[in-house]
């Protein structure tokens, strides 16, 4: 049996978090919700994927909010690393409404009157671009 890797991303407080959790938890994939996560050591060339994910998982789930630590992270670099790594790959796009996102970081006294003016701009130039990129990307849909 082919290993399996879900890549659940969108823009931050669009709930990767939640989705990548009931993954884990109700579905048995091998993951964390957390913003540093294990397999980051391997996306990044520090340490193999077989030292970092046990040898019985053959299902694992890798979650990036975009923008992840302040930049953009090329996701075709990351599916490609998993899938030379002998994963079939599944991407999982989660977008949510703009107002949600911005009541969000609101809520949790992120964000300013003016930095909300800025982050919905942001957000909605993010969206798009998130469009085009799924559309540009469509095989993995």
């Known amino acids: ?3 399996r890797m879900v890549f659940v991303f969108g823009p931050e407080s669009s709930g990767t978090r939640g989705t990548t959790r009931f993954l884990i938890e109700k579905c ?3 993951g964390t919700d957390a913003h540093i996560q294990p397999l980051d050591e391997f996306v990044y060339d520090r340490q193999p994927i077989d030292s970092i994910v046990p040898n019985d998982i053959d299902r694992i789930v890798f979650r990036r909010s975009i923008p992840h630590a302040s930049s953009f992270e090329d996701l075709n670099y ?5 899938l030379n790594a002998g994963y079939k790959t599944s991407w999982l796009i989660v977008l949510r409404d703009l107002s949600e996102i911005v ?3 609101v809520s949790r006294q992120m964000l300013g009157c003016r930095q909300c003016i800025n982050l ?3 957000l909605i130039k993010l969206q798009v671009n998130h469009l085009e990129f799924i559309f540009s990307h469509s095989q993995h849909i």
Do not use: A, C, V
């Open 1 to 3: 049996m082919r290993k």
């Open 28 to 30: 048995g994939y091998w």
């Open 78 to 82: 990351i599916d490609t690393k998993f």
């Open 103 to 105: 009541r969000s970081k």
């Open 120 to 122: 919905i701009g942001y």
